[in-house]
């Protein structure tokens, strides 16, 4: 059993920064690919960023590439999405995704349905 606790959303004028931080629990955290996803009003819940459990490997969609800088620390179990020069489109709800199947130490998951543990969200506003 795998829980993951969002944190660090809120209201930022465009342009602005803001960095979300995901604590999970799991005795085998460092060896689970890690995703961020979001989820605006409407719309379906899209990929935002990943890391490999090693950390020596991410990947961004591409609209949040070279704004947003995904990273990880395996010896506090936590996962953390910078989010810099944001813009009123990435308002949504946040969600941290953990796959705990086998990964090699440079996988990365883009597929919601490759992650089968989430979070509860966090929510990031960004105002024009």
């Known amino acids: 059993q795998v829980q993951l606790v969002e944190s660090g959303g809120g209201l930022v004028q465009a342009g602005g920064s803001l960095r979300l931080s995901c604590a999970a629990s799991g005795r085998t955290f460092s060896r689970y690919p890690m995703g961020w996803f979001r989820q605006a009003p409407g719309k379906e819940r899209e990929f935002v960023a990943a890391i490999s459990w090693s950390g020596a490997k991410t990947y961004y969609a591409d609209s949040v590439k070279g704004r947003f800088t995904i990273s990880r620390d395996n010896a506090k179990n936590t996962v953390s999405l910078q989010m810099n020069s944001l813009k009123p489109e990435d308002t949504a709800v946040y969600y941290c995704?953990?796959?705990?199947?086998?990964?090699?130490?440079?996988?990365?998951?883009?597929?919601?349905?490759?992650?089968?543990?989430w979070g509860q969200g966090t929510q990031v506003t960004v105002s024009s």
């Open positions: 995704a953990a796959d705990t199947t086998w990964a090699s130490p440079v996988e990365v998951r883009s597929s919601s349905n490759e992650y089968d543990y």
